[in-house]
């Protein structure tokens, strides 16, 4: 009976374990004082892959810089909020983007907070870019001219992500953390208060057979 | 490789995508056991019984005809002499010993059909290699149409093993009927040269050597059907040529390839000229027969000093076998495939990613894995294909192995100017 308690109270926190999300934050900070004063733009853009995405979420926060946003931005896709303030992504369509025309200062920084699950057979994947123009044709601080892209963090099919840089004027610094979402605390809650009540049976059954031999004494 | 089709016959998805396009006809047979015919003569030592049967399975490129007689179609009658409309694939097994197109080759290959194009005659006439005037494996398997009411099987192997078998009215002696397995969009063929017999240099110690060569093309069932004399260079998923003696020169190494040949019916080669140099010509391999530009009548040759200056080995007026397979599809045990993000690039205007394949299959599987999306959302074109086959656009990984556990991770591009979701579904062959 205890054996069979115990496996109930396993189960749970595996469920609880299935449920949980990688939230995977990287600090990024841009040194823009070669190109201070330039009217460019911005890119952020998180995607899916071609085969099976796991869906994901990702976060652009505490933008700071001492540059110019020019509004108003054009988002693609799935991405709601406007700069400096929170921007959020999803990867449920192909393109999910965020596009700005900014005036460089000498620096600028935020962090990109990517929550994620295990699983499929597709990534996916966020990509930061930076242009000297408007238009957002012209990479700038980056040594990816195909593409523009200054880094790219690729989400894993494991949940991790992996981080390619392509500036040397940007540094991001990873911060992993694995903590457990809303949902996923309910259930390792759920699960202790049971071992805790299984706890309190167990203690009252041992006391029981010892009252009963003091009587029989 | 030649063989992956066998195994690979259960493989699913690619498979029944590519169905409706083509299909590939492979006729079995079993004889009757010896014993239960006229066992005319056994020589002692052969392993043959009594109870030794038979077994024969051969392929076609597609159903045959309907209402063939004595194969007029497909063989004017007698022997072969064209090295065409033979079977792209066989396996003859007496029980003891086995005919592939690896050890034999047909010098006479005629069937009749009914009007479903079951085979309901035949004379099938099986030598072993080289040689092809050279007996030491004779197998005949024929029945009412060159033999009256009798089916006869003789399996010969020289020096030690005879059995010529009559089969008398009623016993049963069928074929059955095709069972038509899809293909795939891609065709590996495979020479087997005979030995060289002049030489010089290193080629004059050790051996015997002979060249050998297999090769991938893009190129299909009616696509490959008669043929007429075609360079086909530009449909080359990768070749391999080899000496005998290690010497390799492959679509790694190559600066040079010629690939021109012409086809019977059932797409096997008839007439021929490949080459292929390694880094410079001075390392080069070359079989033709009957081209109009190679050596008349044919040759093989490998040599490793430009125009037999120095070391070769060469042989003429003999030409070695050709042997045809569909390429079969890896089964998501053996391959897995996985693909990252796609990134937009506002420089090219395209999606940009990759493809992962990795070998989970616990043993060493062979190349060349192309990469096929099929399904491919409409309206999204893969720009850095490598070509386009049935089924979609495919990439050439251009790796001819992979280890256990080993992986190749290809790049993709697309272009989807209506930002659609990008997906499709890959197959690895």
Same mark, same amino acid.
């Given at each position: 009976?205890?054996?069979?308690?115990?496996?109930?109270?396993?189960?749970?926190?595996?469920?609880?374990?299935?449920?949980?999300?990688?939230?995977?934050?990287?600090?990024?900070?841009?040194?823009?004082?070669?190109?201070?004063?330039? =009217?460019?733009?911005?890119?952020?853009?998180?995607? #899916?892959?071609?085969?099976?995405s796991?869906?994901?979420?990702?976060?652009?926060?505490?933008?700071?810089?001492?540059?110019?946003?020019?509004?108003?931005?054009?988002?693609?896709?799935?991405?709601?909020?406007?700069?400096p303030?929170m921007?959020?992504?999803?990867?449920?369509?192909?393109?999910? /983007?965020?596009f700005?025309?900014?005036?460089?200062?000498?620096?600028?920084?935020?962090d990109?907070?990517?929550?994620?699950?295990?699983?499929?057979?597709?990534?996916?994947?966020?990509?930061?870019? =930076?242009?000297?123009?408007?238009?957002?044709?012209?990479?700038?601080?980056?040594?990816?001219?195909?593409?523009?892209?200054?880094?790219?963090?690729?989400?894993?099919?494991?949940?991790?992500?992996?981080?390619?840089?392509?500036?040397?004027?940007?540094?991001?610094?990873?911060?992993?953390?694995?903590? +457990?979402?809303?949902?996923?605390?309910?259930?390792?809650?759920?699960?202790?208060?049971? =071992?805790?009540?299984?706890? &309190?049976?167990?203690?009252?059954?041992q006391?029981? #057979?010892?009252?009963?031999r003091?009587?029989?004494? | =490789?030649? &063989?992956?089709?066998?195994?690979?016959?259960?493989?699913?998805?690619?498979?029944?995508?590519?169905?409706?396009?083509?299909?590939?006809?492979?006729?079995?047979?079993?004889? +009757?056991?010896?014993?239960?015919?006229?066992?005319?003569?056994?020589?002692?030592?052969?392993?043959?019984?009594?109870?030794?049967?038979?077994?024969?399975?051969?392929?076609?490129?597609?159903?045959?005809? #309907?209402?063939?007689?004595?194969?007029?179609?497909?063989?004017?009658?007698?022997?072969?002499?064209?090295?065409?409309?033979?079977?792209?694939?066989?396996?003859?097994?007496?029980?003891?010993?086995q005919?592939?197109?690896?050890?034999?080759?047909?010098?006479?290959?005629?069937?009749?059909?009914?009007?479903?194009?079951?085979?309901?005659?035949? /004379?099938?006439?099986?030598?072993?290699?080289?040689?092809?005037s050279?007996?030491?494996?004779?197998?005949?398997?024929?029945?009412?149409s060159?033999?009256?009411?009798?089916?006869?099987?003789?399996?010969?192997?020289?020096?030690?093993?005879?059995?010529?078998?009559?089969?008398?009215?009623?016993?049963?002696?069928? &074929?059955?009927?095709?069972?038509?397995?899809?293909?795939?969009?891609?065709?590996?063929?495979?020479?087997?040269?005979?030995?060289? !017999?002049?030489?010089?240099?290193t080629?004059?110690?050790?051996?015997?050597?002979?060249?050998?060569?297999?090769?991938?093309?893009?190129?299909?069932?009616?696509?490959?059907? !008669?043929? +007429?004399?075609?360079?086909?260079?530009?449909?080359?998923?990768?070749?391999?040529?080899?000496?005998?003696?290690?010497?390799?020169?492959?679509?790694?190494?190559?600066?040079?390839?010629?690939?021109?040949?012409?086809?019977?019916?059932?797409?096997?080669?008839?007439? &021929?000229?490949?080459?292929?140099?390694?880094?410079?010509?001075?390392?080069?391999?070359?079989? !033709?027969?009957?081209?109009?530009?190679?050596?008349?009548?044919?040759a093989?040759?490998?040599?490793?000093?430009?125009?037999?200056?120095?070391?070769?080995?060469?042989?003429?007026?003999?030409?070695?076998?050709?042997?045809?397979?569909?390429?079969?599809?890896?089964?998501?045990?053996?391959?897995?495939?996985?693909?990252?993000?796609?990134?937009?690039?506002?420089?090219?205007?395209?999606?940009?990613?990759?493809?992962?394949?990795?070998?989970i299959?616990?043993?060493?599987?062979?190349? +060349?894995?192309?990469?096929?999306?099929?399904?491919?959302?409409?309206?999204?074109?893969?720009?850095?294909?490598?070509?386009?086959?049935?089924?979609?656009?495919?990439?050439? #990984?251009?790796?001819?192995?992979?280890?256990?556990?080993?992986?190749?991770?290809?790049?993709?591009?697309?272009?989807?100017?209506?930002?659609?979701?990008?997906?499709?579904?890959?197959?690895v062959?």
């Amino acid at each position: 009976m205890r054996y069979q308690s115990l496996l109930f109270v396993a189960s749970f926190l595996c469920i609880a374990s299935l449920a949980s999300a990688d939230l995977i934050t990287y600090d990024v900070t841009v040194n823009t004082s070669s190109i201070s004063g330039t =009217m460019g733009s911005l890119d952020f853009q998180f995607n #899916p892959g071609p085969l099976v995405s796991e869906p994901a979420t990702l976060q652009i926060l505490d933008f700071a810089s001492n540059g110019t946003l020019n509004p108003p931005p054009l988002p693609t896709g799935d991405v709601t909020g406007v700069l400096p303030g929170m921007l959020s992504f999803d990867n449920l369509t192909a393109l999910n /983007d965020y596009f700005e025309a900014f005036t460089y200062g000498t620096m600028l920084a935020f962090d990109v907070s990517i929550s994620s699950m295990a699983g499929g057979t597709s990534g996916s994947a966020f990509a930061f870019s =930076m242009f000297s123009d408007a238009a957002g044709t012209i990479p700038t601080l980056t040594t990816d001219t195909t593409d523009g892209f200054a880094f790219t963090v690729g989400v894993n099919f494991d949940g991790s992500t992996t981080v390619t840089p392509f500036s040397s004027q940007t540094t991001v610094v990873p911060a992993v953390a694995t903590v +457990p979402e809303p949902d996923s605390l309910t259930l390792v809650g759920t699960a202790i208060a049971l =071992m805790g009540t299984l706890l &309190w049976f167990q203690t009252r059954r041992q006391r029981v #057979p010892s009252q009963n031999r003091a009587r029989r004494i | =490789m030649s &063989w992956k089709l066998l195994s690979g016959l259960s493989i699913t998805t690619a498979v029944l995508l590519t169905s409706q396009l083509y299909a590939l006809a492979v006729y079995s047979h079993t004889s +009757p056991a010896f014993g239960t015919g006229v066992l005319s003569y056994e020589a002692p030592g052969s392993g043959l019984s009594p109870s030794t049967t038979i077994s024969a399975s051969i392929t076609y490129s597609s159903v045959l005809p #309907p209402n063939l007689k004595d194969n007029t179609v497909l063989q004017a009658g007698g022997a072969i002499n064209s090295l065409a409309d033979i079977p792209s694939n066989w396996l003859f097994s007496d029980g003891v010993r086995q005919w592939t197109p690896s050890n034999s080759h047909f010098y006479i290959a005629v069937v009749d059909t009914d009007a479903s194009g079951n085979i309901t005659g035949w /004379d099938l006439n099986l030598y072993s290699n080289p040689g092809f005037s050279d007996p030491q494996v004779y197998i005949i398997s024929s029945t009412p149409s060159t033999y009256g009411s009798a089916e006869v099987n003789l399996a010969y192997t020289s020096p030690y093993a005879t059995a010529y078998v009559f089969y008398g009215p009623g016993v049963d002696v069928t &074929w059955a009927p095709p069972v038509v397995t899809p293909s795939s969009p891609f065709t590996t063929y495979t020479y087997h040269g005979n030995a060289y !017999n002049t030489c010089s240099g290193t080629y004059c110690t050790g051996g015997p050597y002979a060249l050998s060569a297999e090769f991938t093309t893009t190129l299909t069932a009616s696509a490959l059907a !008669n043929l +007429p004399y075609t360079d086909i260079t530009s449909s080359i998923v990768s070749f391999t040529f080899t000496d005998g003696s290690g010497l390799t020169i492959d679509n790694s190494n190559a600066s040079y390839k010629d690939f021109n040949i012409s086809t019977g019916a059932s797409g096997n080669i008839a007439t &021929w000229l490949i080459t292929s140099c390694g880094s410079s010509c001075n390392i080069q391999m070359q079989t !033709n027969w009957d081209s109009p530009f190679g050596f008349i009548p044919g040759a093989d040759f490998s040599e490793t000093t430009a125009s037999f200056a120095g070391s070769y080995g060469f042989i003429s007026n003999d030409p070695g076998r050709w042997s045809a397979s569909p390429v079969a599809a890896f089964s998501a045990t053996q391959i897995a495939i996985m693909a990252s993000g796609l990134l937009y690039s506002r420089v090219t205007r395209t999606y940009n990613g990759t493809v992962t394949i990795t070998n989970i299959s616990g043993g060493a599987l062979g190349g +060349p894995f192309p990469i096929v999306l099929t399904s491919l959302t409409p309206g999204v074109t893969l720009t850095n294909t490598s070509g386009t086959v049935q089924g979609g656009p495919y990439i050439n #990984p251009g790796v001819s192995s992979l280890a256990p556990g080993q992986s190749i991770t290809v790049h993709v591009q697309f272009s989807n100017p209506s930002n659609a979701l990008i997906s499709f579904t890959p197959v690895v062959y």
